[in-house]
């Protein structure tokens, strides 16, 4: 139990530790690289953890020096696996997904599972696109969803359509392994693409480390067969997520604070964009090169469609509960297969708080400045609705986050840092 205490309006700075999405994928093609990548400022938590691990099951060597993790990549060409292995990946949704291709360019059998709640997030999508790629991957327990098992031979390649209604992770698995596969990959997307910035992140990775691609918006890619990842020095920046919890802080409370490792001109992670939400709702915000400086002030409800950055949902929410008048949060249905069902979670531990909160099937509608008080507030085992609480508890006494170690998911340094500023 974590009991959260009130702040005043500070003037502070936080150094923020590294992208955890962006991590996940720099780990993942250094390890299909031939050679030895050297990845700085990596994040180390709960998730990357078991991206790491999964690929030193499949050959990849991976060691800490200092500051730095190196990566021996297998150059695409893993060992044939005699026996089934088991690659268990808790409820880390991105490694599960990024993951699930990179096994198909494997030789062997493979049980990918992970937690109870793993196995209630929807995967048919991806594995419906790695079957027509030539990968013979199957349910073991409820059709279309975890855990899958992968006979696996390699990538044929080929063309497949995905549906980009419910994840940008399938598009990402699949660009992520497409320069193994034994012919060309083309990707049809039909629809609209959910989370489009983390497909941006993942090709930005891709071309960082020399793989090249075509792609037409959201709406189609190619990958050349025959392309090959080389090892780099990669540095990997400040993870805009885990800063939000700061700049909604500063919102609420009216404070100024800094968020040092943060690339706001260059970065390609989609959740910057959420500096542009504050100041709409009434914070000014000041972009540096390498920093972010928010100054809170006085809050007015907004109109959102946060479906491009699904993840500050859960931020925006404790934001506006302290806004004047009405904030719509809208084309977030995908939410609903997270680490939680989030809309459901913010709408239910919010309102214990005393918060007036109406749940949409795809988004959330928060009528905020009215009284809130403490109470005792469940997470459900996620790591962003625990963060959020975080915020609101910032300005409201009496808040106790049960469970609250689930932030090792993405932060595991998340409350000695609240604490201190």
Known sequence: MKEIQPKKPVDTKVSVPGSKSMTHRALITAGLAHGESHLLGFLECEDTRYTANALKELGVRISTEG???????????????????????????????????????????????????????????LVGALNQLGVEASYVNQEGFPPVL?????????????????????????????????????????????????????????????????????????????????????TIEGDVSSASYFWAAAAVTGGTITTEGIRPFATRQGDVDFLRVLEEMGCRVEKQTDRVIVRGGGLSGIDADMGSMPDMVPTLAAV????????????????????????????????????????????????????????????????????????????????????ARCVNKSFPQFWEMWDRF
């Open 150 to 234: 992968i006979k696996a031979r390699g990538i044929a390649g080929g063309k497949v359509e995905l549906p980009g209604r419910q994840s940008s992770q399938y598009v990402s698995s699949l660009l992520l392994s497409a320069p193994y596969a034994k012919g060309d990959i083309e990707i049809e997307v039909r629809g609209e693409l959910v989370s489009k910035p983390y497909v941006d992140l993942t090709l930005d990775v891709m071309e960082q480390f020399g793989v090249r691609f075509v792609r037409e918006g959201y709406s189609y890619f190619r990958v050349a067969s025959g392309q090959k990842y080389g090892p780099r020095h990669f």
């Open 67 to 125: 500051d730095k993790l190196l990566v021996s990549g297998v150059g695409g060409k893993f060992q044939h696996s005699p026996r089934r292995k088991e690659i268990f990946l808790g409820n880390s949704g991105t490694s599960y997904r990024l993951l699930l291709s990179v096994v198909g360019l494997t030789r062997g059998e493979f049980l990918i599972t992970g937690s109870p709640r793993m196995n209630e997030r929807p995967i048919s999508d």
């Open 320 to 403: 506006s509960l302290f806004a004047h008048g009405r904030t719509a949060i809208r084309n977030v249905a995908h939410l609903r297969y997270k680490e939680s069902d989030r809309l459901s979670s913010i709408t239910l531990e919010l309102g214990k708080l005393g918060g007036l909160i109406e749940e949409l099937p795809d988004g959330l509608i928060i009528h905020g400045g009215g009284p809130l008080s403490g109470a005792v507030v469940d997470p459900n085992d996620d790591h962003r609705i625990a963060m959020s609480l975080a915020v609101v508890g910032s300005r409201v006494p009496g808040i106790k986050i049960a469970e």
